[in-house]
């Protein structure tokens, strides 16, 4: 079983739809919880980080952590076309190298 | 706030040479930095991690002699691609670890190597 389990897609949706993006994991060591965006050609973007199950809210993102079932959750609301990317959930024990999921590749249509 | 630069953003070699890429921690201090591997589609490949002023951890696979790392500063992380090769083409990103917390990690926008 890898670590981290994140579904590839790819996931298209329309503009304004609510997006949902999910990975599992399967050591319960695992402290911190973090989100990143990454745009063709270009470097991963933090967008979430979270280190504590619940849920955490930063603009049209929410990031959702449950612990007790090793599952994270992106939000995304009222998406748009400029959110199109690959969404790389990503997770660590405190003082470790970060541990990616594949990515899920988004696209949102206008 | 933490902004990350790498330097080259691409970089065209010819096969035998070696190639240098700079990853600096533009507005905080990271005391490690990490080196990645990213091919067409795929997901983030650690290399290595690297410490302020001690020697990196690499990967298993990773040949430490051919990828060279030096860790000078706390905002300066150097990676050199000895003798390159075309297998070693690919898409180069380093991160620092720092910012909000010393568990976040901020990545530059990546190097694109191309060895003809």
């Known amino acids: 079983q890898k670590e981290v389990e994140q579904d590839p897609g790819p996931l298209s949706v329309p503009e304004g739809a609510i997006v949902s993006l999910n990975c599992t994991y399967s050591n319960s060591a695992f402290q911190y919880f973090m989100w990143y965006r990454q745009y063709s050609r270009k470097g991963p973007e933090l967008l979430m980080y979270t280190y504590s199950s619940g849920n955490k809210e930063d603009g049209r993102f929410t990031a959702q952590v449950d612990k007790s079932s090793k599952y994270i959750s992106l939000f995304i609301r009222d998406s748009q076309p400029s959110d199109s990317a690959t969404y790389l959930c990503a997770i660590k024990q405190a003082g470790t190298a970060l541990i990616f999921g594949k990515g899920t590749t988004l696209s949102v249509s206008s | 706030g933490a902004v990350v630069s790498q330097h080259p953003s691409r970089v065209i070699c010819k096969s035998g040479t070696s190639v240098k890429i700079e990853c600096r921690s533009l507005d905080f201090q990271a005391t490690t930095m990490f080196w990645y591997r990213q091919f067409p589609k795929k997901s983030l490949m650690l290399m290595a991690t690297?410490?302020?002023?001690?020697?990196?951890?690499?990967e298993q696979g990773v040949e430490k002699d051919k990828f060279l790392i030096n860790h000078a500063s706390l905002t300066l992380s150097t990676l050199t691609v000895t003798s390159a090769h075309p297998e070693d083409s690919s898409f180069y990103i380093c991160?620092?670890?720092?910012?909000?917390?010393?568990?976040?990690?901020?990545f530059g926008p990546g190097t694109r190597l191309t060895v003809l």
């Open positions: 690297s410490n302020e002023g001690s020697k990196a951890t690499y």
């Open positions: 991160s620092a670890g720092g910012g909000i917390s010393a568990d976040t990690q901020y």
